[in-house]
């Protein structure tokens, strides 16, 4: 299904501030959900069901169309040992996989180096934001940071054109090879040619692309349509990374995760149809993520920091469905209040890395996990 | 062309502190090298607590009071408005030593005292400052020592106090690992539960004004016998760390890292067991100053910085600048803060893009220094911030750079004078021909579009643009 020529790739998507899990994948018949979520609790008349006791988040449908495709595996009581309800602490753990001790090095920015062992191509991994999120760090592996593709690049500041043209050649001179300097400007001046060469290629995407999908104009769908342009420039890009924040909803939980979760669900559909449009859609897997879920019970307009997740993966080479069970809610199986997880999620980063990506993923997680069937092969 | 007093004063100022303008180094030369040492050692930061309560009142965001913005934006503001920056250099070198960070604590005002601890007991006894690291409660709860108890040892404390905050690893065995932890244990927190219940309810405005506090718990300690590195008895943490100041090994350890913070890059410090210092002369000498002077910080500074080998040529533009200095040391030129403002905190990210988030280092092993600094995506945005700050004709700092630099053309100045006066200006020595070359080339296209054929002050800003862009600009 992968031909040589375009290698598989991966997208994640952080979802930041820990998505309430339960109001997302809804056990809507559940009367313990029901009688903890008195302000906030969805019903039947609204959740777009799955299976007759599990519903989708009415704000979803662009998700839904995913699922009847086939293509939306929906994991299932994800989180990890002890849990740990800091954002930091618990986006830390997802980021270097490991959760017993303090780790220095990104299970993506292990990847890349996997996929890439000599550097060769400076833009293997890209994030899409403005610095780079643990997961993408690792000693030796340049990773770019993209803020906006459009104006991403040395010097973006500079308004004149001839001007910034004749800055960055300028630049790419200053950088280039030199025999007279030190170790240390050497190693300045080649990361600085690197960081040119893949700033330069980056800029050629934008102009190379043209879609009939017409993106949304919030960052999460402007981010999504530019991993769509580079993904379809061929630049040898295999790790793209972005974020969607906003999800530590203690209040205005109805209003804002239905905000959030329209806007995701959208971008994400447009982009599956935009990699259709140009015969793309077998190459690429995208995997959502938080670092945590939500309490069971809600505090009156919102939930406080929880366990027990919900994580997804999705595309054309994804065989759909629910993995793993939905976490019982009833009060002697709940953790402190919480979804007990019963997934480990480095099962799903093992998943991905062994049968999309065709990597050991002993190699980058130190350790078996189990895996999912999930991957069309 | 600055004189050789200037390039040296321009040197200490670059690794005493965030670097200085042309016109204050021409102030320092005329007081002499070793008066401004003094003064740099002895400087106190004296409108501090003006502008705390300035900050506190109008920017809480960055009272380091809140969240894991808010102590990292409070001491970006301090590096960039002090004057007493050695300090907050020294502050700089203990936490990238004894590396705390938020993505466990997950509490703001915990580091910001820690990073005040550091000011207050950073430049005098080494002893005294391992005491007070060992009450601190940031580093109690980093380590777990909360965790350790009589009976039931948690050794993360006691392993990280040898290995990373003093001797290194290779000196010491494991046995004494353990000894040492037996002897911290009861050093804890006092309102744990209240505070564990704090964080667990809340997560964006959990702390008020409140942290956690140091407690010593006699009843939770281990009084037992204990043999640690050859000495026997009832130990407590006290004559660990005692018996641990007294090492040749914590001496060599100590010089090896100030070596590196203040003279020139030594590989990262997992390296050290296998590499031999650059300078072992150098080490040797501050060890000795270490003992001679009961172990004073402040000493130790005060050697090297006149000592032969920091003067040295050798030692000039050995260092690459980590973020924060970068940061600093551009917004000290251009004076965007002279005052609080709004935009620290988004200013203070830009720190993190470049891959150093003050207060949330990636391990306690701190950031690896030197050229792991700069990766791809680090330098897109070092080059660019330098040289969008330093270019921006509306920074009172630029327009100082601008006119002090065209005052001296008398009549307009070519390409190559535009280009040497650029650099004096931002202190980058010991340019490269390819660097100065391609600035050059620069120039002469800027000299010539403008209209009267002299640079005027927004060719004079491009030029400084792109000497922040250089390779070199990224050296200290």
Known sequence: MVTAQHKPSLIVIQLSGGNDAMNTVVPYTNGIYHDSRKAIHLTEHNVIDLNGTLGLSPSMGPMKSLWDAGKLAIVQGVGYPQPNRSHFRSMDIWHTAESDHIANSGWLGRTIRELDPEAKNVITGINFGRGLPRALHAKGVPVASVGNLETYGLMPDIADRMTREMAVDVFARMYGPDDTRDAMLQAISETGMGAYLGADILRTAPAQYSSSIEYEGVPIAQSLRDISQVLLADVGTRVFYTQHAGYDTHAGELENHAKLWHELSTAVNDFIADLEEHGRGDHAVVMIFSEFGRRIRDNGSGTDHGSGGVAFVLGNPVKGGLYGEYPSLDPSEQLEGDMKFNNDFRGIYATVLDQWMGINPQEILNKNYEQFDMIRR | ?476
């Open chain 2, 1 to 476: 062309m600055a004189s050789k007093e200037i390039k040296l004063m321009a040197h200490l100022m670059r690794r005493a502190g965030f670097g200085a303008s042309r016109g204050r180094l021409d102030e320092l030369v005329e007081q002499g090298y070793d008066e401004t040492v003094e003064s740099m050692l002895s400087a106190i930061d004296r409108p501090t607590r003006i502008t705390d309560n300035l900050i506190r009142r109008y920017h809480p965001e960055y009272s380091g009071m809140m969240g894991n913005q808010s102590p990292s934006g409070n001491w970006m503001y301090r590096m960039v408005s002090t004057d007493a920056p050695l300090r907050e250099k020294v502050g700089l070198m203990w936490h990238g030593m004894f590396a705390t960070g938020y993505s466990k604590l997950a509490n703001g005002k915990v580091l910001h005292d820690q990073i005040r601890m550091f000011e207050r007991h950073g430049m005098g006894s080494f002893k005294n400052l391992l005491m007070e690291l060992s009450r601190d409660p940031a580093m109690i709860v980093w380590l777990d020592n909360s965790e350790n108890h009589n009976g039931s040892v948690n050794e993360n404390y006691g392993r990280e106090l040898l290995e990373l905050f003093s001797m290194g690893v290779g000196n010491y065995t494991e046995h004494d690992v353990k000894e040492a932890a037996r002897a911290f244990t009861g050093w804890t927190i006092g309102n744990t539960e209240y505070m564990t219940l704090k964080s667990a309810r809340d997560s964006v405005w959990p702390y008020g004004r409140l942290s956690f506090h140091f407690e010593y718990k006699e009843h939770d300690h281990d009084n037992g016998e204990k043999e640690f590195l050859g000495h026997k008895g009832n130990l407590n943490g006290e004559d660990i760390v005692d018996i641990i100041c007294k090492q040749p090994a914590t001496a060599a350890f100590l010089s090896r890292h100030m070596y590196s913070f203040f003279v020139a890059d030594e590989p990262p410090v997992p390296e050290w067991p296998y590499k031999e210092p650059r300078d072992p002369e150098a080490i040797a000498a501050l060890s000795k100053v270490y003992f001679d002077s009961d172990y004073n910080v402040e000493e130790m500074l005060r050697f090297l910085f006149k000592s032969e080998f920091f003067k040295s040529e050798q030692a000039r533009y050995q260092r690459v600048k980590s973020p924060a200095e970068l940061v600093a040391g551009v917004l000290r030129l251009t004076g965007e803060f002279d005052r609080p403002k709004v935009d620290m905190n988004p200013t203070n990210l830009q720190s993190t893009y470049m891959g150093q988030w003050l207060l949330n280092p990636p391990s306690v092993e701190g950031w690896h220094w030197g050229t792991e600094w700069i990766d791809s995506g680090a330098l897109v945005e070092r080059v660019n911030f330098a040289s969008e700050r330093l270019g921006n004709i509306e920074s009172p700092g630029v327009q100082t750079l601008i006119d002090r630099i065209l005052s001296d053309s008398n009549g307009g100045l070519n390409a190559e004078e535009l280009v040497e006066r650029a650099l004096d200006e931002l202190s980058v020595g010991d340019i490269s021909d390819k660097t100065r070359s391609a600035l050059v080339e620069f120039a002469e296209v800027q000299v010539n579009q403008s209209d009267s054929g002299n640079a005027g002050p927004e060719q004079v800003a491009n030029v400084l643009k792109l000497v922040g862009a250089t390779p070199e600009f990224q050296r200290a």
